[in-house]
């Protein structure tokens, strides 16, 4: 199970840091990801970190602005939020991976409720 948790309001420029706690699992054997979707729209990849968290990968849109970080002794991965932009507004998913880094969707095999994150301009 996974418990997505840190979203809200900020203004552009402005920053946030999600968190997602997981329970239930080999936290630390496991792939992590954010990815992120806006009404009527697919989810997008946002970044995702490796189950050692030595491996990085980031979307180009969210490159420089956003760090993803683990704690495995505290099964929870982190997705800290800078600079922020109105267009970063949507709700927010962690989710977990047997893949050792996975950008995509369907590599995935958990996934948590999601945390809106809205920008205001």
């Known amino acids: 199970q996974l418990q997505a948790s840190g979203g809200g309001l900020v203004q552009a420029g402005g920053s946030l840091r999600l968190s997602c706690a997981a329970s239930g699992r080999t936290f630390s054997g496991y792939g992590m990801g954010w990815f992120r979707q806006t009404p009527g729209k697919k989810r997008d990849f946002v970044a995702t970190i490796s189950p050692g968290g030595g491996s990085t990968v980031y979307a180009d849109s969210v490159k420089g602005r956003f760090t993803i970080s683990r704690d495995n002794a505290k099964n929870t991965v982190y997705l800290q939020m800078s600079s922020l932009k109105p267009e970063d507004t949507a709700v927010y998913f962690c989710?977990?991976?047997?893949?050792?880094?996975?950008?995509?969707?369907?590599?995935?095999?958990?996934w948590g409720q999601g945390t809106l994150v809205t920008v205001s301009s």
């Open positions: 989710a977990a991976s047997l893949f050792r880094v996975a950008r995509e969707e369907g590599q995935y095999n958990y």
